[in-house]
Structure formats: C-alpha cells, structure tokens
C-alpha cells in the first residue's frame, strides 16, 4: 500500500554550478548551505566525465561504472530528503555521447561539470527521512502510517 504526504512549495532556487567542481557534490552543498532538507532538483548541461551507479536487485548492491568522455546532460532529476542528520540529495542522470547513445543511472561521486543549469524546489512538510529498508536493501524513506 502507498503511503503519500503531502508537501507544499516553498521557493525556487535556479543557478549555475561551477565549472569542474563534482555534480553530486555541489548540489549537495547547495543544501547544506541553504539548509534545505525537503525539495526536488533538475538540472541540465554537460560534462567533463561521468560516474553512474545501477542498483543489483539480486545482490542488493550498488555496482559503479564509469564514463570517461564528454557527455550532455539530457535529463537529471532527483529529490532531497535527510540522511543521518543532513541533507542527501537522491538524483538519477541520463547523459548523450556526441553520437546520441544515452547512458543512465544513479548519479555518483566522480562526475564532473563541464557546464550546469539547476533548478532546486524547496518544499514544506513532514521530514522524509532515510533509513534502511529491510526488503530491499536502500536507503528509503522511513514512512510510518
């Protein structure tokens, strides 16, 4: 059974994110700085390299991959929530080679800016926050109904 709550928006922070640094990371302080613990991120651009993560459901465990060449961002799409205390930003990234192959996955520690537009909507309501879930191995959300 789903269980849902509901948020409402607060504001809308739009920026640009500086060139070389890594996307997880200054997303991540973004929130930290802004202490933001509940939103949803976007953003769109390119990059230098990428790191992508595909979630073994049989093993229940993260294997990484890496991506060593210039990439668009196609998509990038995420949420922020709270993790032992602070902000974690959850995002999924699909990227485009210069031939318009497409790669995605979880986004990772180790992909590097070339170019970033982001879009943070920061919302109000019930602290989401992770822990592990037993079925699965994640870090979910822990909602009690």
């Known amino acids: 059974m789903a269980i849902i709550r509901e948020v409402k928006a607060a ?3 739009m920026g640009k994110l500086a060139h070389g640094a890594d996307l997880l ?10 202490d933001i613990y509940l939103g949803r991120v976007e953003a769109l651009g ?17 294997h990484f991959y890496d991506l060593n060449q210039t990439l668009e961002i196609t998509t990038l799409t995420g949420n922020i929530s709270i993790k032992d205390g602070v902000p974690v ?3 999924h990234i ?4 210069k031939d318009g192959h497409a790669y995605g996955g979880h986004l990772a520690p180790g992909t590097i800016i070339f170019a970033c537009e982001v879009v ?4 109000n309501g019930p602290m989401f926050e992770r822990g592990l879930d037993q079925e699965t191995g994640l870090p979910l959300w822990k909602m009690n109904e």
């Open 120 to 123: 943070i909507q920061v919302l």
């Open 11 to 13: 504001k809308l922070l």
């Open 94 to 97: 699909t990227l485009s080679d």
């Open 46 to 62: 390119a990059v230098k390299k990428a790191r992508l993560g595909y979630y073994n459901q049989h093993v229940q465990e993260y």
């Open 25 to 34: 990371e200054e997303i991540t302080k973004i929130c930290v700085d802004h």
């Open 89 to 91: 930003v959850h995002a």
